[in-house]
């Protein structure tokens, strides 16, 4: 018997090889901690394992579909530097979360299906030892030290930030189910806040490329700093669109999420957080801005980009046009979004950028906007500038261009329309109208200069993208900035003012070479690198700036009502069609616009909203000026003052007592650009942190 018996198990065996299906090797019937297989470096070892841990997770809407499971602090290999957890592949998950899970199969990380560069487990053998256990506790990842290069030894775990994230981008919300975000706050554009030539930035050189690599390190910096909030599925155009407003039905670039808990995902070749059910699910607040508010002021102003802002043949038809909206209904659509924002500003003067180039005859775009104004707020409440040309605007070579709006009750036009008339140089001149207030008393006068500016789309030869984080163009926007430069002191104030106010799409973020051109003229690029109007690949920038001479110092104020860039493209009247809200100003157009206010005689202030968080202000504080601060250090003992950027990237770093600080902080600060810092002191057992805006 005990021979016929063993020779059974060997033909049973080698019946087994022949099929292929030998048994699993004996690594496979040993548990083995799941921090073993992920081990310390960017692949986990593969393999034929089995685990055992708790279900975290289940995803029946990933492709592929599956769940997480992690070891908790008991069955866990206690070593920080690997992941306690596997994504395990099931096209039907057949668990539950709390399960208490053995499981055998085959480990890989690769680029190839089904891993795509997280380690996955495939082909699991499920056997269910509990079908309750405590979850393994969230791992608290510190905002101000994390990092994609940095997220390998979190993969596929349970994650909770230890303070709010900051959603940068909303590009693929309604068509992926996923959210940029930074646990840093806003992602800026690179020349938002480096200068490609000067370091300091407060320079205004516009040649050369000294400091182009710290432009790009902030742009790695960025990169680093961002990863995705995911909706747990792979459904294109997911419906509904997850993590929207309940009342306003939007998501905004700003918008956050306080405790952000999740798993610590990985694909598509990016980090992303998937959410979790119940009360761990991410909570994103979202709040949209008022209308900002001046203190007393003389005038008020506005720059607004209309979004091609084409009326077919201004009798209801020629549609398609040009450029804008494809049906007279899509227009109607346009039309009133614009009208709602231009109604809320309620501006005296207003700069209209992308307006059709059809003249200012009766049946045309920049008429149909003084019609649609004056039948909501009142005959004769608006008027716009003519500017020379009644079927085309003169030295204009683009099929949109400037306009300006204004209101008589509030505004004279003092002399005619000014337009550039140089050569070979705008695609669409500036327009400027000098002005005489007719409620200051005494009047005073003031222009206002429209531009937009060559984009950063295209470009060739001496034009084409330099790879300095200036985009195409470049040297095109300079020479339109030394010819604007020209038409303001040769042209502008000739005419019979002193304060100039020019505002318009330079196409050109903070710190780029059109805009140090016009600081070298001596003008002032008015607000701060951290006041953005437009959103490009995830990054805040400012587009468009209001300029200003330096007479109006203190009699200026200056505020961008971020109503479009902020906003998702689907709520656009292009996008959204039928389902287009046509009351609200939000997602008009794609730039934000700018409100002035002025005041000749007194100082004027933004009237800063009750829902706004407060800042510290630091005075005296002009632009060129140091951080005003007074250093007291208990004990004597040895400080550390930190000043980081919006982004959180450290811009100066002072270690010493307290009298040795205060001494470099007045030489050290005074070349730091406008913005706002984060400043960190500390020493022994003391840590104060105060966030400051220098003006």
């Keep these: ?106 480990v890989q990380e690769s680029a190839s299906t089904p891993s795509f560069n997280q380690a996955v487990l495939t082909g699991p053998t499920i056997t ?80 050369g490329t000294t400091n182009v690599p710290a ?104 549609f398609p046009t040009s450029r804008g909206a494809l049906t007279l209904a899509d227009f109607q659509r346009q039309r009133s979004k614009i009208l709602t ?97 007719n409620r200051a008393a005494p009047a005073d006068t003031f222009a206002l200069i429209v531009n937009h500016f060559k984009s950063k789309a295209s470009g060739s030869g001496a034009n084409a993208d330099q790879g300095d984080g200036q985009g195409a163009s470049n040297l095109r926007r300079k020479t339109q900035t030394a010819a604007l430069a020209q038409f303001i002191s040769g042209t502008v104030r000739p005419a019979g003012t002193r304060y100039v106010v020019s505002v318009g799409d330079y196409n050109a973020n903070y710190e780029e070479d059109p805009m140090d051109i016009l600081r070298a003229a001596g003008l002032v690029v008015s607000g701060t690198p951290t006041s953005a109007s437009y959103v490009f690949n995830g990054q805040s920038g400012s587009l468009d700036h209001a300029v200003i001479t330096p007479n109006l110092l203190g009699h200026a104020a200056v505020e961008k009502w971020h109503i479009n860039a902020a906003e998702p493209e689907f709520l656009e009247y292009s996008n959204a069609g039928a389902a287009t809200d046509i009351t609200s100003p939000f997602r008009s157009s794609d730039h934000d616009p700018i409100l002035i206010g002025l005041n000749f005689r007194s100082v004027v202030t933004a009237a800063t909203p009750a829902t706004t968080a407060a800042r510290f202000q630091v005075f005296p504080n002009p632009a060129p000026g140091a951080l005003n601060f007074h250093l007291t250090s208990p004990n004597a003992q040895p400080l550390t003052l930190e000043i980081l950027s919006a982004l959180g990237q450290p811009v100066l770093v002072l270690h010493g007592g307290a009298e040795v600080l205060q001494n470099e902080l007045s030489r050290r600060t005074a070349a730091l650009a406008p913005g706002t810092y984060l400043v960190r002191l500390s020493g022994g057992d003391f840590r104060q942190v105060q966030r400051v805006v220098k003006e």
Excluded: H
């Design 128 to 207: 269910v030892l509990a079908a309750s256990s405590p979850l393994p506790a969230f791992t608290v990842l510190n905002n101000a030290t994390f990092t994609v290069a940095t997220a390998e030894p979190f993969e596929a775990m349970r994650v909770q930030f230890a303070a709010p994230v900051t959603v940068t981008n909303v590009a693929t919300v309604k068509s992926r189910g996923e959210l940029s975000i930074s646990p840093l706050g806003l992602v800026y554009q690179p020349t938002q806040l480096v200068d490609p030539n000067d370091d300091p930035a407060s320079g205004t050189s516009s040649t």
């Design 341 to 437: 924002a231009l109604v809320q500003m309620n501006a005296d003067a207003v700069g209209l950028i992308e307006i059709e180039n059809d003249g200012t005859v009766a049946n045309s775009a920049l008429q149909d906007i003084v019609n649609g104004l004056n039948q909501t707020m009142g005959a004769g409440t608006y008027a716009f500038v003519n500017d020379g040309g009644s079927t085309r605007q003169p030295n204009n070579s683009d099929l949109i261009r400037c306009a300006i709006i204004y209101k008589p009750a509030a505004l004279t036009p003092f002399g005619p329309a000014l337009l550039s008339t140089v050569t070979g140089v705008f695609e669409r001149p500036p327009l400027a109208q000098l002005f005489i207030t």
């Design 215 to 318: 432009v790009l390190a902030y742009q790695a910096a960025n990169a680093n700093r961002t990863l995705l909030l995911d909706d747990g599925r792979t459904t294109l155009n997911p419906l509904p669109i997850p993590y929207l407003d309940a009342t306003t039905q939007t998501v905004r670039v700003g918008s956050t999420v306080a405790s952000l808990r999740g798993i610590l995902g990985y694909g598509n070749s990016q980090w992303r957080v998937q959410p979790l059910p119940g009360p761990d699910a991410p909570a994103v607040t979202t709040v949209r801005p008022p209308v900002p508010t001046f203190g007393p002021i003389d005038v008020k102003m506005a720059s607004f980009n209309v979004l091609n802002y084409f009326n077919g043949d201004g009798a209801g038809g020629g």
């Design 1 to 106: 018997m005990t021979t016929i018996f063993t020779r059974s198990l060997l033909t049973a065996f080698t019946t087994l090889l022949a099929a292929g299906l030998a048994p699993a090797p004996a690594q496979a019937q040993t548990v083995t901690p799941i921090g073993t297989i992920q081990g310390p470096g960017t692949q986990a070892t593969p393999g034929t394992y089995t685990i055992e841990g708790v279900v975290t997770a289940v995803y029946a809407g990933l492709n592929p579909a599956g769940f997480y499971v992690q070891n908790d602090a008991a069955t866990a290999d206690g070593d920080p530097a690997t992941s306690d957890a596997l994504f395990v592949v099931q096209a039907s998950p057949s668990v539950a979360i709390g399960n208490r899970v053995r499981i055998s199969g085959a």
